[in-house]
């Protein structure tokens, strides 16, 4: 089910960092008392009554030419677009700015669900000043404080009352879904283009063509799939991310949909900070990855030279040990017969369940191998293991003293269940838990 999207916007210096940071119970966004310290957008995950929902902090939208100023507008115009509801922060011990009615106007034109918060009502007796904001036109506004959490409580619940009862996409069991992610103009839509062997998406030198995530349907050797080609880059107009910015939230929709998730590097510039990054979300989602290499074509494509990319690529992407690499030319698809076989071995194995008898014969030869340490004179006793889940496969470890079990013993329990199972493609869980 995909999760709903809510932006914070408002001017400079409204409270906007310290409401976020709230909502989701840590400190990300940067929180000082200057207009303008928060220039981009900034996502993490929030959970209200159950609802879960990826919010967005923006930096502020304020009226001015200046190149800083004008970024912040586009982005917080990009958050506003991306949004499914949207709280207006405004500074109660202001009262309305010219900079609010700009925002107002910009969220007029939104057609989105508008929740009015007026921020910094920090005792009972400023609540009388709020009715004032009722002129900016969107409805009965929030008295809340960000810095001492109140009132956060009425504004959620009105913005989780527009979220949707439930999402009526099912996803087809015996169909694979698959997404590509990737950093703008890597090849995403070229090699969907490929796969598909027609001229299906768009495709341009120019970063940023592709705009939103599109779905298309293949079947393929009696298997039926369905490719999420995700916008490595916004365009609204004549609005563009910088170079180095993606639309992360679509990214993450199509990964939350995703059995497998294809990261796309590009051969000719090489592996970026930024390629660790996206490839992050995949991971943290649980979810199957292929790591693919486009343009290969367009190097010195030998034995050699793949064998030393690959050892470039384990370095950077040390927590993806377990995902393949494929390398392939989406333009001249040299090897790319070699993808399809690689994202159905990666899905099963995403679905993948074991025997519980079968689990216990290797974890106690693990054990026989390695016996578990000794912390301060406590011995780990490992006394049986069953999976508990698939998508991705996890496992549960019943133990004597779950504090006993270090993260590296954990980790070579993790690589004997590889060794004996595969799981080629898809990350494990292991947890450690007491019995009884």
């Known amino acids: 089910m995909r999760k709903s999207v809510v932006a914070i916007v408002g001017r400079p210096n409204v409270g906007k960092s310290t409401i976020f940071n709230r909502l989701v119970g840590e400190r990300i966004s940067i929180v ?198 995700t916008a490595g880059m916004r365009k609204r107009g004549k609005v563009y991310e910088s170079t180095e910015k993606y639309s992360v939230l679509r990214a993450l929709k199509a990964i939350e949909r995703s059995d497998v998730v294809l990261v796309l590097l590009d051969a000719e510039t090489g592996i970026r900070e930024q390629d660790k990054k996206i490839a992050g979300y995949a991971h943290e989602a649980g979810r199957a990855i292929v790591i693919v290499v486009n343009k290969w074509d367009t190097v010195d494509s030998n034995e050699k030279a793949m064998k030393e990319f690959e050892t470039k690529i384990r370095a950077h992407f040390q927590f993806l040990d377990y995902a393949p690499i494929v390398f392939l030319s989406a333009k001249t698809k040299k090897r790319l017969h070699t993808l399809i076989p690689v994202i159905q071995t990666a899905s099963e194995n995403h679905s993948k369940r074991v025997p519980t008898n079968v689990l216990n014969d290797v974890i106690m030869d693990a054990l026989a191998m390695n016996p578990t340490p000794t912390v301060k004179g406590k011995r780990l006793k490992v006394l049986y293991t069953t999976q508990v889940a698939v998508n991705p496969p996890s496992f549960v470890v019943f133990v004597n003293d779950p504090e006993l079990m270090h993260f590296s013993y954990k980790r070579f329990l993790e690589n004997k269940i590889r060794d004996a199972f595969g799981f080629e493609g898809t990350p494990i869980k292991i947890f450690a838990r007491r019995r009884g």
């Not at 008392?33 to 993490?44: H, K, L, N, Q």
């Not at 009554?49 to 586009?74: A, C, S, W, Y």
């Not at 900079?99 to 007026?118: F, H, R, T, W």
């Not at 810095?147 to 979220?163: Q, R």
């Open 32 to 229: 000082e008392d200057i207009p303008g310290v928060t220039r981009d957008r900034i996502y993490s995950e929030a959970e209200w009554l159950n609802h879960k929902f990826n919010l967005i902090d923006t930096g502020g939208i304020e009226i001015g030419d200046e190149p800083l100023l004008v970024q912040m507008r586009e982005q917080a115009e990009i958050a506003i677009d991306e949004a499914d509801v949207i709280i207006f922060l405004v500074n109660g011990k202001e009262g309305i700015t010219a900079a609010d009615d700009e925002v107002a106007k910009l969220l007029y034109k939104s057609n989105k669900p508008i929740v009015l918060g007026v921020n910094k009502i920090d005792n009972p007796e400023m609540r009388e000043t709020i009715y004032e904001y009722y002129s900016l036109g969107f409805g009965e506004p929030f008295p809340i404080s960000g810095s001492h959490g109140l009132g956060l409580g009425d504004l959620l619940d009105e913005v989780v009352s527009y979220f949707p009862e439930k999402n009526n996409e099912e996803k087809d069991k015996d169909t694979i879904y698959f997404s590509l992610i990737g950093r703008p103009n890597v090849g995403k839509s070229s090699l969907v283009n490929a796969i598909l062997n027609e001229e299906r998406v768009i495709v341009s030198d120019m970063e940023g063509t592709t705009r939103d995530a599109i779905d298309t349907h293949l079947h393929k050797d009696g298997q039926d799939f369905v490719i999420t080609d």
